[in-house]
T-cell receptor
Framework: AQSVTQLGSHVSVSEGALVLLRCNYS??????LFWYVQYPNQGLQLLLK??????LVKGINGFEAEFKKSETSFHLTKPSAHMSDAAEYFC??????????FGTGTSLTVIP | NAGVTQTPKFQVLKTGQSMTLQCAQD?????MSWYRQDPGMGLRLIHY???????DQGEVPNGYNVSRSTTEDFPLRLLSAAPSQTSVYFC?????????FGPGTRLTVT
């Protein structure tokens, strides 16, 4: 079985501050891991993905995530938050490439 | 290249009515999926397809049917709508572990 857990359904940061969104996975074999962003009334957009190459993955809009097998984590970070980063963020896992399992999401608020 | 398209954008149904949510993609992707999104529950997989003629159930398949007669189209059918099916529905296609999502259909069942 595979699943992801996102810690914190709501995260608030000040503009310019570090963004840290947490994701832990559960999988019996090495998984592929993903972060998606959803802006209001839109579909999901892929931010980045881990596919067993480099453990530090860089994505769009300045986001990056590090795969840590020992901690079963794949946390999303951005050094400096921008107002445009306010959105819902979803972590997801897949083993087969045709079934993706999503976390419950983290809503990011950026305070000016 | 339109990507993944979904129709309609909004729909209101009465309990017991049937309808089909349409999904099409023009990227020649083999994999397609349907999800529902509910507050606090993330996205849950309803059904998926690994190619024309091949479909399988996801996490929450009850009350929904799918078919895949062509690579491009993957419709989702609600045979007898229930208030518990009020949700936002997303279709996605994927290749190389990258999913592309449609804009969603907001369905309300009264």
């Amino acid at each position: 079985a595979q699943s992801v857990t996102q810690l914190g359904s709501h995260v608030s940061v000040s503009e310019g501050a570090l963004v840290l969104l947490r994701c832990n996975y559960s999988s019996s074999v090495p998984p592929y891991l993903f972060w998606y962003v959803q802006y209001p009334n839109q579909g999901l957009q892929l931010l980045l993905k881990y596919t067993s190459a480099a453990t530090l993955v860089k994505g769009i809009n300045g986001f990056e995530a590090e795969f840590k097998k020992s901690e079963t984590s794949f946390h999303l970070t951005k050094p400096s938050a921008h107002m445009s980063d306010a959105a819902e963020y979803f972590c997801a896992v897949s083993l087969s490439g045709n079934q993706f399992y999503f976390g419950t999401g983290t809503s990011l608020t950026v305070i000016p | 290249n339109a990507g993944v398209t979904q129709t309609p954008k909004f729909q209101v149904l009465k309990t017991g009515q049937s309808m089909t949510l349409q999904c099409a993609q023009d990227m020649n992707h083999e994999y397609m999926s349907w999800y529902r999104q509910d507050p606090g529950m993330g996205l849950r997989l309803i059904h998926y397809s690994v190619g024309a003629g091949i479909t399988d159930q996801g996490e929450v398949p009850n009350g929904y049917n799918v078919s895949r007669s062509t690579t491009e189209d993957f419709p989702l059918r609600l045979l007898s709508a229930a208030p518990s099916q009020t949700s936002v529905y997303f279709c996605a296609s994927s290749r190389n572990y990258e999913q592309y999502f449609g804009p969603g259909t907001r369905l309300t069942v009264t």
